[in-house]
T-cell receptor
């Protein structure tokens, strides 16, 4: 399996622009997680889905952030409008009931908002 | 609230043994995981404990005491490639859901 795939790997944008991050989970995994990692706040869970349904979005910082999972093989995290404080590495991870002890992380998207 | 505490930094020499501790206070507890993250990379799973006791996987072992809300990761025969950040994470759901991660411990292995 190719593992969790994220795109883009790097994104540089200007404040106020819309940013869309993409994730393809491992085939057969029915849980998908979006994390944000910064030096100041560590690894924070933003939202997670089960069977394409958002289960817990309490970590989403504010209304500028939204996430969707239209099908089992694709999810997006959108920031609109972006701000410099959104600069971070965003990770997507997936797992299943069969591998529930372990989350499989993608390579991450390094976002820089100027 | 929910909190996990682990040391921010640990330094050890090649060939030595190092223990990274993790104490937690969370609303739910179903297991403690450990992840390794090299600079610029993604977290990768190392081990998981749901019950009290020691789990061994090669050079790495993980221990859990639920009554003490405490666990540790033990790394033996340290190698330079073990230099990385190590995160403990508490699984808070009965299924494969939410986990809360600690802030991580940066391990530096010196020759």
């Amino acid at each position: 399996d190719a593992g969790v795939i994220q795109s883009p790997r790097h994104e540089v944008t200007e404040m106020g622009q819309e940013v869309t991050l993409r994730c393809k989970p491992i085939s057969g995994h029915d849980y998908l997680f979006w994390y944000r990692q910064t030096m100041m706040r560590g690894l924070e869970l933003l939202i997670y889905f089960n069977n394409n349904v958002p289960i817990d979005d309490s970590g989403m910082p504010e209304d500028r952030f939204s996430a969707k999972m239209p099908n089992a093989s694709f999810s997006t995290l959108k920031i609109q409008p972006s701000e410099p404080r959104d600069s971070a590495v965003y990770f997507c991870a997936s797992t299943s009931i069969d591998t529930y002890n372990e989350q499989f992380f993608g390579p991450g998207t390094r976002l820089t908002v100027l | 609230g929910q909190s996990l505490e682990q040391p921010s930094e640990v330094t050890a020499v090649e060939g030595a043994i190092v223990q990274i501790n993790c104490t937690y206070q969370t609303s739910g507890f179903y297991g403690l995981s450990w992840y390794q993250q090299h600079d610029g990379g993604a977290p990768t799973f190392l081990s998981y404990n749901a019950l009290d006791g020691l789990e061994e996987t090669g050079r790495f072992s993980s221990f859990l005491s639920r009554s003490d809300s405490y666990g540790y990761l033990l790394l033996q025969e340290l190698q330079m490639k073990d230099s990385a950040s190590y995160f403990c994470a508490v699984r808070e759901d009965t299924n494969a859901g939410k986990s809360t991660f600690g802030d991580g411990t940066t391990l530096t292995v010196k020759p």
